[in-house]
């Protein structure tokens, strides 16, 4: 714990010199600045060891707003979704979806998860498929609907 609480002041040291524009993507340009701000025996870090504040460190403020606003909106699409359908199936998948990337994103507070490009790809297509279960469903209540209305519309026809 101690050791991740030294790699963390460092890091805020860091940011305080490159927060605005960030230092780019990937750990070589982490690995090149990093020890100038470190504290004792953590210079050799290749990483933040927190997802939050590697994302300021290489995308910047306006790039970790960016990320932000997407996650967000990835949220709000996914509540919004499980609060309107009714059926349970379509519900739990995108509640599935939405419950892992939360907790990718939890787990992100003590540990930058996206080390590895296995978890990253998982949590990029936890993402995905989240999003294109929404996107399905609504499209399937859309054409039922349509379905209903042009079924209504041919019965006042008849009569």
Not at 52 to 58: A, K, N, T, W
Not at 85 to 104: D, W, Y
Not at 107 to 131: E, K, N, P, Q
Request: contains cysteine; proline residues 1%; glycine residues 8%.
């Amino acid at each position: 714990v101690s050791y991740r609480f030294s790699v963390w002041r460092g890091v805020w040291r860091m940011l305080r010199e490159t927060a605005w524009c960030g230092t780019g993507v990937g750990y070589s340009a982490f690995s090149a600045l990093y020890p100038a701000f470190a504290y004792g025996g953590s210079a050799g870090v290749r990483h933040a060891h927190s997802l939050y504040l590697q994302m300021i460190i290489e995308f910047g403020i306006v790039g970790f707003f960016i990320l932000a606003a997407v996650l967000f909106l990835f949220a709000q699409m996914c509540l919004e979704y499980c609060l309107d359908v009714a059926e349970k199936r379509k519900k739990r998948l995108v509640a599935a979806g939405f419950s892992s990337v939360l907790g990718m994103l939890f787990m992100g507070l003590t540990d930058h998860i996206w080390y590895d490009y296995r978890i990253f790809l998982c949590f990029w297509l936890a993402v995905g498929l989240a999003s294109a279960c929404v996107r399905v469903g609504r499209e399937e209540a859309r054409r039922i609907l349509s379905y209903d209305n042009n079924a209504n519309e041919a019965r006042m026809e008849l009569r």
